[in-house]
Protein backbone atom coordinates (compact mmCIF):
# COMPACT_ATOMS: atom_id res chain seq x y z
CA UNK A 1 0.00 0.00 0.00
CA UNK A 2 2.56 2.24 0.90
CA UNK A 3 4.78 1.59 -2.16
CA UNK A 4 1.61 1.79 -4.39
CA UNK A 5 0.63 5.62 -3.15
CA UNK A 6 4.25 6.80 -3.37
CA UNK A 7 4.55 5.50 -7.09
CA UNK A 8 1.27 7.28 -7.50
CA UNK A 9 2.85 10.78 -6.50
CA UNK A 10 6.19 9.82 -8.39
CA UNK A 11 4.48 9.49 -11.56
CA UNK A 12 1.88 12.56 -10.78
CA UNK A 13 5.28 14.33 -10.84
CA UNK A 14 6.77 13.10 -13.50
CA UNK A 15 3.31 14.47 -15.31
CA UNK A 16 3.81 17.74 -13.69
CA UNK A 17 7.13 18.48 -14.87
CA UNK A 18 7.10 16.91 -18.38
CA UNK A 19 3.67 19.21 -19.08
CA UNK A 20 5.39 21.57 -17.27
CA UNK A 21 8.28 22.21 -19.40
CA UNK A 22 6.13 22.37 -22.71
CA UNK A 23 4.27 24.79 -21.26
CA UNK A 24 6.81 26.97 -19.49
CA UNK A 25 8.56 27.10 -22.76
CA UNK A 26 5.30 28.63 -24.12
CA UNK A 27 5.37 31.60 -21.69
CA UNK A 28 8.60 31.99 -20.83
CA UNK A 29 9.57 34.92 -23.16
CA UNK A 30 6.13 36.59 -22.13
CA UNK A 31 7.04 36.61 -18.37
CA UNK A 32 10.84 36.67 -18.71
CA UNK A 33 10.94 40.10 -17.24
CA UNK A 34 9.49 38.88 -14.25
CA UNK A 35 11.35 37.86 -11.63
CA UNK A 36 12.76 35.46 -14.02
CA UNK A 37 9.35 33.54 -13.89
CA UNK A 38 9.34 33.03 -10.24
CA UNK A 39 5.85 34.32 -9.94
CA UNK A 40 4.05 32.64 -12.84
CA UNK A 41 6.31 29.76 -14.11
CA UNK A 42 7.25 26.52 -12.87
CA UNK A 43 10.54 24.82 -12.72
CA UNK A 44 11.37 22.80 -14.93
CA UNK A 45 11.93 19.96 -12.47
CA UNK A 46 9.07 20.81 -9.65
CA UNK A 47 9.47 19.61 -6.47
CA UNK A 48 6.59 18.11 -4.59
CA UNK A 49 7.04 20.85 -1.67
CA UNK A 50 7.17 23.58 -4.55
CA UNK A 51 4.19 21.92 -6.22
CA UNK A 52 2.28 22.22 -2.98
CA UNK A 53 2.34 25.94 -2.87
CA UNK A 54 1.81 26.60 -6.23
CA UNK A 55 -1.78 24.42 -5.59
CA UNK A 56 -1.99 25.92 -2.80
CA UNK A 57 -1.93 29.47 -4.78
CA UNK A 58 -4.26 28.11 -6.93
CA UNK A 59 -6.72 27.19 -4.27
CA UNK A 60 -6.49 30.97 -3.41
CA UNK A 61 -6.86 33.37 -6.66
CA UNK A 62 -5.88 30.78 -9.73
CA UNK A 63 -6.29 33.82 -12.15
CA UNK A 64 -3.82 36.13 -9.89
CA UNK A 65 -1.81 32.58 -9.59
CA UNK A 66 -1.80 31.93 -13.03
CA UNK A 67 -1.22 35.26 -14.97
CA UNK A 68 -5.34 34.78 -16.44
CA UNK A 69 -8.25 36.71 -16.89
CA UNK A 70 -10.13 37.13 -13.82
CA UNK A 71 -13.47 35.46 -14.67
CA UNK A 72 -16.36 37.29 -15.71
CA UNK A 73 -19.79 37.38 -13.72
CA UNK A 74 -20.42 34.59 -11.19
CA UNK A 75 -19.84 31.10 -11.03
CA UNK A 76 -22.96 28.77 -12.18
CA UNK A 77 -22.14 26.58 -9.52
CA UNK A 78 -21.94 28.94 -6.71
CA UNK A 79 -25.22 28.37 -5.41
CA UNK A 80 -28.32 30.88 -5.34
CA UNK A 81 -28.15 31.06 -1.39
CA UNK A 82 -25.39 32.24 -1.49
CA UNK A 83 -24.19 35.94 -0.33
CA UNK A 84 -21.74 36.19 -2.65
CA UNK A 85 -21.34 37.27 -6.40
CA UNK A 86 -18.63 37.55 -9.14
CA UNK A 87 -15.10 36.62 -9.55
CA UNK A 88 -15.16 35.86 -6.12
CA UNK A 89 -17.21 32.82 -6.76
CA UNK A 90 -14.83 31.21 -9.03
CA UNK A 91 -11.96 30.98 -6.11
CA UNK A 92 -11.72 27.29 -4.05
CA UNK A 93 -11.28 29.36 -1.16
CA UNK A 94 -14.80 31.19 -1.02
CA UNK A 95 -16.79 27.85 -1.47
CA UNK A 96 -14.64 25.59 0.56
CA UNK A 97 -12.63 27.96 3.22
CA UNK A 98 -9.34 29.12 4.11
CA UNK A 99 -9.34 26.10 6.99
CA UNK A 100 -10.62 23.68 3.79
CA UNK A 101 -13.55 23.21 6.30
CA UNK A 102 -16.30 24.95 4.49
CA UNK A 103 -19.51 24.72 5.91
CA UNK A 104 -18.57 22.96 9.06
CA UNK A 105 -15.39 25.69 9.85
CA UNK A 106 -15.62 29.61 9.60
CA UNK A 107 -17.52 29.68 7.40
CA UNK A 108 -20.42 27.93 8.90
CA UNK A 109 -22.03 31.11 9.11
CA UNK A 110 -21.71 34.95 7.92
CA UNK A 111 -21.39 36.51 4.16
CA UNK A 112 -19.50 33.87 3.08
CA UNK A 113 -21.92 30.48 3.82
CA UNK A 114 -22.86 28.46 1.49
CA UNK A 115 -23.41 24.96 2.65
CA UNK A 116 -20.98 23.52 0.25
CA UNK A 117 -19.12 20.93 2.66
CA UNK A 118 -15.08 21.15 3.14
CA UNK A 119 -12.22 19.02 1.05
CA UNK A 120 -10.55 17.76 4.24
CA UNK A 121 -12.55 14.43 3.33
CA UNK A 122 -10.03 14.50 0.45
CA UNK A 123 -7.18 15.53 2.32
CA UNK A 124 -5.00 11.36 1.35
CA UNK A 125 -7.24 10.70 -1.61
CA UNK A 126 -5.36 10.11 -5.15
CA UNK A 127 -4.61 12.84 -7.31
CA UNK A 128 -6.71 10.78 -9.94
CA UNK A 129 -9.56 10.72 -7.86
CA UNK A 130 -9.87 14.06 -7.02
CA UNK A 131 -8.95 15.66 -10.29
CA UNK A 132 -12.17 13.80 -11.45
CA UNK A 133 -13.93 15.71 -9.36
CA UNK A 134 -12.41 19.14 -10.29
CA UNK A 135 -14.00 18.50 -13.47
CA UNK A 136 -17.52 17.73 -12.44
CA UNK A 137 -20.41 20.22 -12.89
CA UNK A 138 -19.40 21.44 -9.30
CA UNK A 139 -16.76 23.01 -10.96
CA UNK A 140 -16.84 24.24 -14.46
CA UNK A 141 -13.36 25.76 -14.55
CA UNK A 142 -12.16 25.52 -18.85
CA UNK A 143 -8.86 24.30 -20.15
CA UNK A 144 -8.85 28.59 -21.20
CA UNK A 145 -9.01 28.93 -16.94
CA UNK A 146 -7.29 26.39 -15.16
CA UNK A 147 -5.12 23.67 -17.53
CA UNK A 148 -4.69 19.91 -16.79
CA UNK A 149 -0.96 20.80 -15.00
CA UNK A 150 -2.30 23.33 -13.06
CA UNK A 151 -5.42 21.50 -12.00
CA UNK A 152 -2.93 18.39 -11.17
CA UNK A 153 -0.93 20.67 -9.01
CA UNK A 154 -3.93 21.83 -6.66
CA UNK A 155 -5.06 18.48 -6.51
CA UNK A 156 -1.93 17.44 -5.29
CA UNK A 157 -2.06 20.56 -2.57
CA UNK A 158 -5.88 18.54 -1.59
CA UNK A 159 -4.42 15.13 -1.38
CA UNK A 160 -0.90 16.52 0.32
CA UNK A 161 -0.78 19.85 1.78
CA UNK A 162 -3.75 20.44 3.63
CA UNK A 163 -2.99 21.48 6.95
CA UNK A 164 -5.35 20.71 10.33
CA UNK A 165 -6.11 24.08 11.16
CA UNK A 166 -7.73 22.98 14.60
CA UNK A 167 -4.21 22.35 15.80
CA UNK A 168 -3.85 25.77 16.82
CA UNK A 169 -6.87 27.91 16.42
CA UNK A 170 -9.65 28.75 18.40
CA UNK A 171 -12.50 27.83 15.84
CA UNK A 172 -15.15 29.66 18.11
CA UNK A 173 -13.84 32.55 18.17
CA UNK A 174 -11.43 32.67 14.86
CA UNK A 175 -8.35 33.40 17.47
CA UNK A 176 -4.78 32.08 17.01
CA UNK A 177 -4.01 29.46 20.52
CA UNK A 178 -1.04 27.66 19.88
CA UNK A 179 2.59 27.85 18.87
CA UNK A 180 5.70 29.50 20.21
CA UNK A 181 5.92 32.55 19.73
CA UNK A 182 9.50 32.81 20.68
CA UNK A 183 10.74 30.83 17.78
CA UNK A 184 7.74 32.53 15.25
CA UNK A 185 10.02 35.86 16.12
CA UNK A 186 13.05 34.83 15.30
CA UNK A 187 11.51 33.59 11.81
CA UNK A 188 9.37 36.57 11.33
CA UNK A 189 12.69 38.63 11.40
CA UNK A 190 14.72 36.89 9.58
CA UNK A 191 12.34 36.02 6.47
CA UNK A 192 9.07 37.90 6.86
CA UNK A 193 10.75 41.55 7.82
CA UNK A 194 12.55 41.65 4.82
CA UNK A 195 9.88 42.28 2.85
CA UNK A 196 6.72 43.30 5.65
CA UNK A 197 9.00 44.99 7.95
CA UNK A 198 10.13 44.20 11.57
CA UNK A 199 6.70 45.42 12.74
CA UNK A 200 4.88 43.83 9.47
CA UNK A 201 3.90 47.48 8.76
CA UNK A 202 5.77 48.09 5.76
CA UNK A 203 3.41 46.65 3.39
CA UNK A 204 -0.13 47.97 3.75
CA UNK A 205 -2.95 46.63 1.73
CA UNK A 206 -5.67 48.20 3.14
CA UNK A 207 -7.46 50.87 1.78
CA UNK A 208 -7.57 54.61 2.48
CA UNK A 209 -7.56 54.91 6.61
CA UNK A 210 -7.97 50.87 6.68
CA UNK A 211 -4.60 49.69 7.67
CA UNK A 212 -4.47 45.81 6.25
CA UNK A 213 -0.70 45.23 7.79
CA UNK A 214 0.32 41.43 8.38
CA UNK A 215 -0.65 41.74 12.26
CA UNK A 216 -4.28 43.13 11.35
CA UNK A 217 -4.98 39.97 9.16
CA UNK A 218 -3.10 37.73 11.72
CA UNK A 219 -5.85 38.47 14.38
CA UNK A 220 -9.05 38.66 12.02
CA UNK A 221 -8.03 36.04 9.37
CA UNK A 222 -5.63 34.03 10.63
CA UNK A 223 -6.49 30.78 8.61
CA UNK A 224 -6.14 32.92 5.79
CA UNK A 225 -2.63 34.13 6.68
CA UNK A 226 -1.62 30.55 7.40
CA UNK A 227 -2.93 29.41 4.53
CA UNK A 228 -0.26 32.43 2.75
CA UNK A 229 2.89 31.38 4.76
CA UNK A 230 2.13 28.13 3.87
CA UNK A 231 1.66 28.64 -0.18
CA UNK A 232 2.60 32.58 -0.56
CA UNK A 233 0.24 35.88 -1.58
CA UNK A 234 -0.43 34.68 -5.59
CA UNK A 235 0.62 37.00 -8.22
CA UNK A 236 3.12 38.65 -6.19
CA UNK A 237 7.04 38.17 -5.53
CA UNK A 238 6.37 36.13 -1.58
CA UNK A 239 8.27 33.59 0.19
CA UNK A 240 6.44 30.22 1.54
CA UNK A 241 7.35 28.05 4.32
CA UNK A 242 6.22 25.08 2.74
CA UNK A 243 9.42 23.43 2.78
CA UNK A 244 9.93 23.60 6.53
CA UNK A 245 7.93 21.92 9.23
CA UNK A 246 4.67 22.82 9.89
CA UNK A 247 5.13 23.45 13.44
CA UNK A 248 7.40 26.46 11.93
CA UNK A 249 4.40 28.52 10.34
CA UNK A 250 1.89 27.73 13.25
CA UNK A 251 4.88 29.68 15.53
CA UNK A 252 5.04 32.45 12.66
CA UNK A 253 1.22 32.64 13.15
CA UNK A 254 1.60 33.12 17.45
CA UNK A 255 3.99 35.76 16.72
CA UNK A 256 2.05 37.62 13.90
CA UNK A 257 -0.90 37.71 16.23
CA UNK A 258 0.84 39.87 18.20
CA UNK A 259 2.25 42.28 15.68
CA UNK A 260 0.18 45.74 15.61
CA UNK A 261 -2.50 45.90 13.63
CA UNK A 262 -2.84 49.30 12.97
CA UNK A 263 -1.33 52.94 13.02
C1 LIG B 1 -18.99 27.34 -6.41
C2 LIG B 1 -18.59 26.52 -5.30
C3 LIG B 1 -17.32 25.70 -5.46
C4 LIG B 1 -16.08 26.14 -5.85
C5 LIG B 1 -15.66 27.54 -6.25
C6 LIG B 1 -15.21 25.01 -5.76
N1 LIG B 1 -15.90 23.91 -5.32
FE1 LIG B 1 -15.13 22.11 -4.80
N2 LIG B 1 -16.98 21.39 -4.39
C7 LIG B 1 -18.15 22.12 -4.47
C8 LIG B 1 -19.28 21.26 -4.14
C9 LIG B 1 -20.73 21.66 -4.17
C10 LIG B 1 -18.73 20.00 -3.81
C11 LIG B 1 -19.47 18.73 -3.36
C12 LIG B 1 -20.14 18.05 -4.52
C13 LIG B 1 -19.15 17.48 -5.50
O1 LIG B 1 -18.27 16.71 -5.08
O2 LIG B 1 -19.23 17.83 -6.66
C14 LIG B 1 -17.29 20.12 -3.98
C15 LIG B 1 -16.39 19.09 -3.77
C16 LIG B 1 -15.01 19.24 -3.81
C17 LIG B 1 -14.07 18.20 -3.43
C18 LIG B 1 -14.41 16.82 -2.90
C19 LIG B 1 -14.43 16.85 -1.40
C20 LIG B 1 -14.52 15.47 -0.76
O3 LIG B 1 -14.60 15.44 0.48
O4 LIG B 1 -14.49 14.49 -1.47
C21 LIG B 1 -12.82 18.72 -3.63
C22 LIG B 1 -11.49 18.02 -3.36
C23 LIG B 1 -12.98 20.07 -4.13
N3 LIG B 1 -14.32 20.34 -4.22
C24 LIG B 1 -11.94 20.91 -4.45
C25 LIG B 1 -12.09 22.17 -5.04
C26 LIG B 1 -11.01 22.95 -5.58
C27 LIG B 1 -9.55 22.56 -5.54
C28 LIG B 1 -11.56 24.08 -6.09
C29 LIG B 1 -10.89 25.19 -6.87
C30 LIG B 1 -10.12 24.78 -8.05
C31 LIG B 1 -12.98 24.02 -5.82
N4 LIG B 1 -13.27 22.83 -5.22
C32 LIG B 1 -13.88 25.04 -6.10
C33 LIG B 1 -18.24 23.45 -4.78
C34 LIG B 1 -17.20 24.29 -5.16
C1 LIG C 1 10.00 38.59 -0.77
C2 LIG C 1 9.06 39.45 -0.11
C3 LIG C 1 8.10 38.82 0.90
C4 LIG C 1 8.42 38.00 1.96
C5 LIG C 1 9.78 37.52 2.40
C6 LIG C 1 7.16 37.75 2.63
N1 LIG C 1 6.14 38.37 1.99
FE1 LIG C 1 4.19 38.38 2.56
N2 LIG C 1 3.72 39.51 0.93
C7 LIG C 1 4.63 40.03 0.04
C8 LIG C 1 3.91 40.84 -0.93
C9 LIG C 1 4.55 41.60 -2.08
C10 LIG C 1 2.55 40.78 -0.59
C11 LIG C 1 1.37 41.48 -1.29
C12 LIG C 1 1.04 42.72 -0.55
C13 LIG C 1 -0.09 43.51 -1.21
O1 LIG C 1 -1.06 42.89 -1.66
O2 LIG C 1 0.02 44.73 -1.24
C14 LIG C 1 2.47 39.94 0.59
C15 LIG C 1 1.28 39.63 1.23
C16 LIG C 1 1.20 39.01 2.46
C17 LIG C 1 -0.01 38.84 3.21
C18 LIG C 1 -1.39 39.37 2.87
C19 LIG C 1 -2.06 38.93 1.72
C20 LIG C 1 -3.45 39.50 1.60
O3 LIG C 1 -3.66 40.42 0.82
O4 LIG C 1 -4.33 38.99 2.28
C21 LIG C 1 0.33 38.21 4.37
C22 LIG C 1 -0.61 37.83 5.50
C23 LIG C 1 1.75 37.96 4.33
N3 LIG C 1 2.25 38.46 3.15
C24 LIG C 1 2.48 37.36 5.33
C25 LIG C 1 3.82 37.04 5.25
C26 LIG C 1 4.55 36.29 6.27
C27 LIG C 1 3.97 35.83 7.59
C28 LIG C 1 5.83 36.14 5.80
C29 LIG C 1 6.93 35.33 6.42
C30 LIG C 1 6.66 33.92 6.60
C31 LIG C 1 5.89 36.82 4.51
N4 LIG C 1 4.67 37.34 4.22
C32 LIG C 1 7.05 36.94 3.76
C33 LIG C 1 5.99 39.83 0.04
C34 LIG C 1 6.67 39.05 0.94
Request: aromatic residues 8%; negative net charge; proline residues 4%.
Amino acid sequence: MERKLHLGIAAALTTIATLAISAQSLSAQEHSEEAYGYVHESPNYPSEVWTLAAGGRIYDKWWDALDRDEPEGTNPAYPVTGQKSGSTTWRCKECHGWDYMGKDGIYSGGSHYTGIPGIRGADGSSVEAILVTLRNDSHPYTQEMITDVEMARVALFVSRGQVDMTQFLDMENRKVNAGNADRGREIFQTICAACHGFDGRMLDWGDGDEHNFVGTEAVDVPDEVMHKVLSAHPGVQMINLRAFPYSDAIDVMAYAATLPTGE
